[in-house]
T-cell receptor
Framework: GAVVSQHPSRVICKSGTSVKIECRSLDFQATTMFWYRQFPKQSLMLMATSNEGSKATYEQGVEKDKFLINHASLTLSTLTVTSAHPEDSSFYIC??????????????FGPGTRLTVL | QKEVEQNSGPLSVPEGAIASLNCTYSDRGSQSFFWYRQYSGKSPELIMSIYSNGDKEDGRFTAQLNKASQYVSLLIRDSQPSDSATYLCAVAGGTSYGKLTFGQGTILTVHP
């Protein structure tokens, strides 16, 4: 298999608080993990690429100080939404790239985290 | 021009019919092509990957790639109501090596 988990699956928080989302590859090692955001009726938008042991690479328009990414091991990446506001409410999805499978680009997605900021 | 474009949909087909989903991409250097299925409120699930020109079959699904025309398609044979979902075309390689660029998705409805 190629199982990716996310925790929590759903979170509701007050405006101004920080929320941490964990992404784990359960049965393989992932040098690279990706964080996406999806608003209702829209496609996935890549926020950042997370590489184990190095700083994340953020896409244009994504605030790196607001969306903190840590990829401390080959099976875990975390996304922290700092000082969350209602406009940050979205579906956050991580994916993990499975190396050595003949296609580095193949990504397996976690189940997603639905964030609601009140 | 969007980097990855899918036929706008929504697409509605009767149960048992063939559903045809299309996707074009702008980066001629793209090397990897994927179809994901996404049910409402869920994350995408990989259905097919294709890297070479031609057809690739997996059960009821056939992916077709034509790099000269920068075109990739997905055929679903014997469509079932459980196939009703949003189908996302994703492309990687070229100028976005290692990253996926998604199309906007096509909503497919298979009615009994």
């Amino acid at each position: 298999g190629a199982v990716v988990s996310q925790h929590p699956s759903r979170v509701i928080c007050k405006s101004g608080t920080s929320v941490k989302i964990e992404c784990r590859s359960l049965d393989f090692q992932a040098t690279t993990m990706f964080w996406y955001r999806q608003f209702p009726k829209q496609s996935l938008m890549l926020m950042a690429t997370s590489n184990e042991g190095s700083k994340a690479t953020y896409e244009q328009g994504v605030e790196k100080d607001k969306f903190l990414i840590n990829h401390a091991s080959l099976t875990l990446s975390t996304l922290t939404v700092t000082s969350a506001h209602p406009e940050d409410s979205s579906f956050y999805i991580c994916s993990a790239g499975r190396d050595g499978q003949g296609a580095l680009d193949t990504q397996y997605f976690g189940p997603g985290t639905r964030l609601t900021v009140l | 021009q969007k980097e990855v474009e899918q036929n706008s949909g929504p697409l509605s087909v009767p149960e048992g019919a063939i559903a045809s989903l299309n996707c074009t991409y702008s980066d001629r250097g793209s090397q990897s092509f994927f179809w994901y299925r996404q049910y409402s409120g869920k994350s995408p699930e990989l259905i097919m990957s294709i890297y070479s020109n031609g057809d690739k079959e997996d059960g009821r699904f056939t992916a077709q790639l034509n790099k000269a025309s920068q075109y990739v398609s997905l055929l679903i044979r014997d469509s079932q109501p459980s196939d009703s979902a949003t189908y996302l075309c994703a492309v990687a390689g070229g100028t976005s090596y290692g990253k996926l660029t998604f199309g906007q998705g096509t909503i497919l409805t298979v009615h009994p």
